[in-house]
């Protein structure tokens, strides 16, 4: 049975043309994805009767009158077009899921919803009123977001409603709203909210989201009692005292600018205040075991009084938190002076400015440490304490890892985006497992000594040319070289523990380049593709194959970019589940024994022109042919049992013809005999 079909074609820009592709679908289809496809209308469609889900995002259609849609349809997406109302749309009365999202609908006072719907989004529209509207009662999750929605007054809502997503709208006013009882979940966020009094909030209310408003003061607010999550961030509250959080509350984030005083149950705390100076008066919840800290550069940390039980503490030395920071020594935040609780499990610093003597009086039991954007430099000279078992020095200054001592107990280190040349001499931690070192500067591992333990190992994005007499360990099950420059890999010596390979984007130009080489028996997974700027005009022939050898438990394989033009003669192993070929120059699938038991092919980007006469796998899950020359599907049979997803975007179809069961049982039998394959 063909459960789903992707297509996407580009030629169903009028009823006719989409109903002759409808017209072809197997009876037994269920699921029908036609996104990106240029449809305009589906007046007078004729829909596959057995279709249960139906996708039609981003295409060009502007009504939904006059539709009519299969009786069993449950899930419909018609999201990303350009429909502006609803008005006399006949949804079908089984409905239990609407994606309306990004159209430009204007009014809903006149849509009349199916009774079962469950789940209903309306994001980024121009709805600028709810009024008169009336949604169903079996609603469960409404998402009315982006939209120009400025008063909630006299709306009402369904009872059953769970979720509701009011966010990116200009509503003013929260006082004459009125909420369903059962709300468990409200987003506000990004409105234009000044005040929070006389609101009657829903009593069942967990999580509450009211984050970038115009919040300046919470006296007398007051907040439902089951309430576990409240987001205030990026307003401008003056203070906290006096307010009345419920006591349940276990999360809070808020971005203050006066005095503070904080819900003593709380566990989790994410504060903002751009303009103190100092953190003195300022008491933390004892029990708070997460906080997140993003104060101004000025501010001393001296006098920061940490809970005992703190166990994870995150501190942006910078107003904005988002990287990549522009950092300087007038924009950083120093820690000098900051007494860390001696529990505290897990260290963050974001843009913060720290020193070797910082380093070295961290707590004995810290265990995870992440030191990002701090200026660290090779010349810093840091001794890390002994017990940390993960060290994060992303986005420094690192030019060498010369005076740098680690931990003998690290398990994981990261060292990605700096500007590391040479890993030549290094003492790795002997307990290290998991070793990042993307995008730094290597050109060569000659004569690196990895640790005898080492279980990953990323070295993406660096200017590694050659793996000649490069020792990797034993142990070693996870290699990734993407984005290397890499040309060829016969004098690789691959560790025989190793289960997965990445060589995307190397220089490697085309799969000669790795004939004759010895992969582990291991290996599981292997990724190989070369680069668009490195393409030859050389094609590749089925006796390149000759001296090609995969592992036999291999089950991933892809070879992208690689130059060929056939699969003839290319030694499949038996056991793969994945074949990529990708960005390649094949035109004929025709002859093609694939392995039984292969459930995904990917096939975009090739010059194939037909599916006819092909062999598919019979237990064959997804195939993708995007960017094609198939004119036809004509002579196509799919697997009838297990086939589910089928992408064909961007080839020349004018008028496919699907052929999985509706097929008569003689032409099954000649097709069988013929071309022996499964339906």
Known sequence: MVHQIFKGLLNLNTPDTLQNYLNECPSCLKVLDLHSA??????????????????LYLNKINSLRQVTFPKGLIKLDVSSNQITSLHKVKFPRGLMKLNLNWNQ????????????????????????????????????????????????DGVEFPRDLTKLNLSDNIITSLVDAEFPSGLLELDLVNNKISSLRGVRFPPNLIRLGLSSNQITSLEGVEFPSSLKKLDLYWNQITSTTDVVFPKGLMELSVHISGGIEFPSNLKVLYVSNPTATSFTGISFPSNLTKLYLNYSLAVSLANLLLPPNLKELVLYGTIQPIPPFHLNDGNTLSIEGLKLPTNLHSLSLYGCKISANDITHLP????????????????????????????????????????????????????????????????????LSIFQFGNNQITSLKEVEFPSGLIELSLHGNRISSLKDVEFPDTLTILNLDKNRIRSLRSATFPSSLLELYLHGNNISSITDISGIKFPSSLKKLYVSGRHEYETSTSVSASAFDTIEFPSGLQVLHLIHMQLTTLHGLPLPMRLKEIN???????????????????????????????????????????????????????????????????????????????????????????????????
């Open 38 to 55: 240029e449809i305009t209308s589906l007046e007078g469609v004729k829909f596959p009767p057995g279709l249960t889900e139906m996708s």
């Open 105 to 152: 609908i204007t009014p809903l006072d006149s849509a009349n919803f199916p009774a079962k719907l469950t789940e209903l989004g309306l994001d980024g529209n121009k709805i600028s009123s709810l009024d008169g509207v009336e949604f169903p009662d079996s609603l469960t999750e409404l998402i009315l977001s982006k939209n120009k929605i400025s008063s909630l």
């Open 364 to 431: 004995r039991g810290l265990k995870h440490l992440y030191l990002r954007w701090t200026q660290i430099t090779s010349s810093s000279r840091i001794i890390f304490p002994n017990g940390i078992t993960m060290l994060y020095l992303n986005w420094n200054q690192l030019t060498s890892l010369e005076g740098i001592q680690f931990p003998h107990s690290l398990i994981e280190l990261s060292l990605e985006n700096n500007k590391i040349t040479s890993l030549h001499g290094i003492v790795f931690p002997p307990k």
């Open 581 to 679: 070929v990708s960005d390649n120059q094949i035109a004929s699938l025709n002859g093609i024994t694939f392995p039984t038991s292969v459930s995904n092919l990917i096939f975009d980007n090739n010059k194939i022109d037909t599916l006819n006469g092909v062999e598919l796998p019979p237990q064959l899950i997804e195939l993708s042919m995007n960017n094609n020359k198939i004119r036809s599907l004509d002579g196509a049979i799919f697997p009838s049992t297990s086939m589910q997803k089928l992408s064909l975007l961007n080839n020349p179809i004018s008028k496919p013809t699907l052929h999985s069961q509706r097929r008569s049982r003689k032409q099954t039998k000649q097709t069988k005999k013929s071309i022996g394959a499964k339906l």
